[in-house]
């Protein structure tokens, strides 16, 4: 079975501190993402990743970085934490290639709260 | 722009009865089309998809989903509902397979 992980289920950061979400993914997939998911909006789309030290900008992306330096893990950095960044964020990963690729594979969430 | 409208927030069935949640989208072409399932405190699993062909679609844990294109739809079935179904069910269309686009979400309770 895919696995994704994510180095904590709950995290509770100040405002201002640097904050680092991991993710890791044991399946060898090319394709990784981070969304973040808050009630009434589903699931919005921070960055993704399609190869090593490759990244692409999703649907909200300010106040996010990721790295990612090796194939399996993709970190997910928020700079300077603001309390507007207290959500769910969910790490997912998915094969390259056709339409067998499609299925993303996510991990359980990280809950964040920005005091 | 891409939309994904699912327009229940929480729907509330007894167990035993039949349950469709509904899932419309906006998009010119034909997307590829999926429904997750979220348990409380759990990552999202998906149920089932549709890329092409046979328009309904089989899942698992008994659910099914069909795509009508005239509807821009692709509802969530399932004939019998269990309590175990208690959950967040997505609807995501995909532009392409690094684009998805998520519905809000629909809570489903289920009563014994």
């Known amino acids: 079975d895919v696995k994704v992980t994510q180095s904590s289920r709950y995290l509770v950061k100040r405002t201002g501190e640097k904050v680092f979400l991991e993710c890791v993914q044991d399946m060898d997939h090319e394709n990784m993402f981070w969304y973040r998911q808050d009630p009434g909006l589903g699931l919005r789309l921070i960055y993704f990743?399609?190869?090593?030290?490759?990244?692409e900008k999703g649907d909200i992306p300010e106040g996010y970085s990721v790295s990612r330096e090796k194939k399996e893990r993709f970190s997910l950095i928020l700079e300077s934490a603001s309390t507007n960044q207290t959500s769910m964020y969910l790490c997912a990963s998915r094969p390259s290639g056709g339409l067998s690729g499609g299925e993303q594979f996510f991990g359980p969430g990280t809950r964040l709260t920005v005091l | 722009a891409q939309s994904v409208t699912q327009p229940d927030i929480h729907i509330t069935v007894s167990e035993g009865a039949s349950l469709e949640l509904r899932c419309n989208y906006s998009y010119g072409a034909t997307p590829y089309l999926f429904w997750y399932v979220q348990s409380p405190g759990q990552g999202l699993q998906l149920l089932l998809k549709y890329f092409s062909g046979d328009t309904l679609v089989q899942g698992i844990k008994g659910f099914e989903a069909e795509f009508k294109r005239s509807q821009s739809s692709f509802n969530l079935r399932k004939p019998s509902v269990h309590w175990s179904d208690a959950a967040e069910y997505f609807c995501?269309?995909?532009?392409?397979?690094?684009?998805?686009?998520f519905g809000s979400g629909t809570k489903l309770n289920v009563k014994p």
């Open positions: 990743s399609y190869d090593v030290k490759m990244k």
């Open positions: 995501a269309v995909v532009l392409n397979f690094n684009k998805f686009y």
